[in-house]
């Protein structure tokens, strides 16, 4: 099973609306990081969060720690096609004493002009 | 900037033979990593480096091996392909925090198919 639980695992919305994807893990988690993924390409960084509670927004993209830091959330506003991809968040730290760092299975985005 | 480069960008084998993904990174980074990402499986990882000299396993490291003789290399080995193997592999590295490896630079992928 995996550490890191991603919902939904798909999304389509009509351009302008908001939605919300998130990731939730097991165990503490230490470092939790937002990548996007265009298809067929590499994945960039968006965000990282450490503390609890913890919130960053860049742009229209807004993350999300809890304060028992066992889940996150990544909320878009007012969507855009430029959106389109495939959001996964990660962690590491989550297995004490080694740099495993693992990835959700992913939450593919699809916006509609 | 190069960051992080693989090679080959495509690959196909027949089962059984073997070959090595390359990738390197200009970017001094400490940590290394690759991941092999199946449709519906996000990224798994295979193995990892935090320097030259040290590797350890991921979550699926059957089959490959890995190792760290620079900073800069960090090739992956396919000693006997299966068609299970099949994928997209992403290399990628990170400067080392206290605690963790931050965020991770990405190279472009490569995509293995073998028959």
């Known amino acids: 099973s995996q550490e890191l639980e991603q919902s939904p695992q798909s999304l389509i919305v009509q351009e302008g609306k908001n939605l919300t994807i998130n990731c939730t893990s097991s165990?503490?988690?230490?470092?939790l990081y937002w990548y996007k993924q265009k298809y067929g390409e590499g994945l960039i960084f968006l965000m990282m969060?450490?503390?609890?509670?913890e919130e960053k927004s860049h742009e229209k993209i807004t993350a999300k720690l809890d304060e028992k830091k066992q889940q996150s959330s990544l909320h878009i506003t007012a969507s855009q096609p430029s959106h389109a991809g495939i959001y996964l968040c990660?962690?590491?730290?989550?297995?004490?004493?080694?740099?495993?760092?693992?990835f959700g299975t992913g939450t593919r985005l699809k916006v509609l002009a | 900037n190069a960051g992080v480069t693989q090679t080959p960008k495509f690959q196909v084998l027949k089962t059984g033979q073997s070959m090595t993904l390359q990738c390197a990174q200009d970017?001094?980074?400490?940590?290394m990593s690759w991941y092999r990402q199946d449709p519906g499986m996000g990224l798994r990882l295979i193995h990892y480096?935090?320097?030259?000299?040290?590797?350890d396993q991921g979550e699926v490291p059957n089959g490959y091996n890995v190792s760290r003789s620079t900073t800069e290399d960090f090739p992956l080995r396919l000693l006997s392909a299966a068609p299970s193997q099949t994928s997209v592999y992403f290399c990628?590295?990170?400067?080392?925090?206290?605690?963790?490896?931050?965020?991770?630079?990405f190279g472009e992928g490569s995509r293995l198919t073998v028959l």
């Open positions: 990628a590295s990170s400067y080392l925090l206290l605690r963790g490896a931050g965020e991770l630079f």
């Open positions: 165990k503490t988690l230490y470092g």
């Open positions: 990660g962690a590491d730290g989550l297995t004490s004493g080694t740099y495993k760092y693992i």
């Open positions: 969060l450490q503390k609890g509670g």
């Open positions: 480096s935090v320097g030259a000299g040290i590797t």
């Open positions: 970017m001094n980074h400490e940590y």
